[in-house]
């Protein structure tokens, strides 16, 4: 197992040994190692404080209470880096998150003891494992178990309750009977941690293989309820009206349109988990006593917004969510005209098209048709294609500019130029006959 640890971590072993301090490297990296998987992270634990490790290791930096250091280093041309802690033993969690004191233990045996489940709480000398939960076997069997007691456990770090159900997904592993009954007991503590790491904790879970089956855990867990209970709004709300394929409630359509979204990126992933977010608030019925969703789109799109803004997301991120939320009911029709085709490009924006794209198919699957692509889908595709071109027509084509608009009309510059200029534009998009220098100064002085 060693010949897979890379020289520069082992580097970084010996320097720590030949100080004289136990050393021992642990976490989710022997997991890995164990398991065959790439590491991506490394940590040590060691007897020694973060004094005693400064002074081996004098570039590293150490600005935490929690007796961690960090040393940079590169590995195969990219920079990490290494995390070295003290021996810890902890006491109470006044906030469910964050230990009040924390004490620098004294073996790997107490300080394993603190960790949350088995299978990261294995260490390794380069000569020897130490495994004293049983990590090893559980991950044999393919087991999610908290280290002890795991009413402790999820009650010193509420964080751990969302861990738990990001791991399993991640290695398709289930959670251990106890486990998991303390963890639907404890569901409410996830309130006690940020949106920004419930985020981080969401987001990897549905940058798995099995995204659908994540969200399904934090819905028996009974965690969907405290982070996206807007979701759980869609359970029981019918969608079904007669000569329509939706067959299901929002709520697991909602969770199907995940399931066979073809995209692996997570910010997509999660637009097309929220994409009908907004038809529990947007239900009503038609004039025949039959359930409709009118305006969901934007309704959605603001509560995306709320939520997006609770876990802390960034601008960019929330704003694709939002525009693939807002107009993800974009009318496929082979009868759209090309300006139509490039209004739609300007709405969505060019890079999220694809995106857009993806989750319609998603949307479609998770109705329960039974093919991806519509004809009239594959057209539109090919359409927005050949409208992405080099050759596509925009503002920046037009045979006049902002100099000619100010020369003739004697103005200076100012936003008059730029609204004139899309007027010209939106006059001009439908019919590029019209776009020549002459026609356009015409045009200038009646707008």
Sequence with gaps: MTNNIPNEIISIYQKIADAKFEVYLVGGSIRNLLMKKPVKDWDFTTNATPEEILKVFPDGFYDNQFGTVGVPIVINNEKHVAEITTFRTET??????????????????????????????????????????????????????????????????????????????????????NTWNELQKDAALITHVSGERIRIE??????????????MLLKNAGLLDYILPELTEGIDVSQVRPGRHHTTDVFTHNLLSLKFCPSNDPI?????????????????????????FYNHEIVGARIAREICDRLKFSKKDRDAII????????????????????????????ENIQDM????????????????????????????????QPAAFSINDLAIDGNDIMKELSIKPGPKVGEILQKLFEEVDPDQSKNTKEYLLTRIKKL
């Design 92 to 177: 109470t969690y006044s906030d469910k998150r964050r230990p009040d004191k924390v004490e620098w233990g004294k073996t790997i045996e107490e300080d394993l003891s603190r960790r949350d489940f088995t299978i990261n709480a294995i260490a390794l000398k380069l000569n020897a494992i130490v495994d004293p939960f049983g990590g090893q076997k559980d991950i044999e069997q393919k087991i999610i178990r908290a280290v002890g007691d795991p009413s402790l456990r999820f009650k010193e770090d509420a964080l751990r309750l969302l861990r738990a159900i990001r791991i399993a997904t991640e290695l398709g592993f289930i959670i251990e009977e």
């Design 268 to 292: 997509v992933r999660f637009a097309t988990l929220l994409h009908d977010v907004g038809k529990p608030k947007a239900r009503s019925e038609d004039k025949q006593g039959l359930v409709i």
């Design 323 to 350: 525009t693939l939320i807002r107009w993800h009911m974009f009318t496929v029709d082979e009868k759209s005209t090309d300006a139509a085709i490039r209004r739609f490009i300007r709405r969505v924006g060019i």
């Design 202 to 215: 969401l987001l990897r879970t549905l940058s798995s293989n099995h995204p659908y089956d994540g969200i």
């Design 357 to 388: 794209l993806d989750l319609r198919v998603a949307d479609r699957l998770g109705s329960g048709t039974k093919t991806a692509e519509s004809w009239r889908l594959k057209l539109f595709k090919e359409r927005i294609e050949k409208e992405l």
